[in-house]
Nanobody
Framework: QVQLVESGGGLVQPGGSLRLSCAAS????????MGWYRQAPGNERELVAR???????SSADSVKGRFTISIDNSKNTVYLQMNSLKPEDTAAYYC??????????????WGQGTQVTVSS
């Protein structure tokens, strides 16, 4: 009923930038919040940044000052601008959304993941 489609991952050198996008589609009634998580091999999935439909944001300490999350409510799309990338940012990045579908309780939805690799 809901699809999250991510784009923008890839290979970048340390100090470089990437912009991730995630578009939500389907039988969406309300989007409460969208965000990004990441998971590196051998590690647990961790929150990178989250933004509510009203624009309130939160982010991991490790990305503060380097990553910026934004949302376009008219397009049901969340963006993650990643600057000054470090090798330790290498991970699979997953889009997450808290969505209310008509006739269905509010739920959590996930994208398929996009790989970000920071390496020289």
């Amino acid at each position: 009923q809901v699809q999250l489609v991510e784009s923008g991952g890839g290979l970048v050198q340390p100090g470089g930038s990437l912009r991730l996008s995630c578009a939500a589609s389907g039988s969406i009634f309300v989007i409460y919040a969208m965000g990004w998580y990441r998971q590196a091999p051998g590690n647990e999935r961790e929150l990178v940044a989250r933004i509510t439909s009203g624009g309130s944001t939160s982010s991991a300490d490790s990305v503060k000052g380097r990553f910026t999350i934004s949302i376009d409510n008219s397009k049901n799309t969340v963006y993650l601008q990643m600057n000054s990338l470090k090798p330790e940012d290498t991970a699979a990045y997953y889009c997450h959304a808290e969505i209310k579908v008509l006739g269905v309780p509010r739920g959590d939805y996930w994208g398929q993941g996009t790989q970000v690799t920071v390496s020289s």
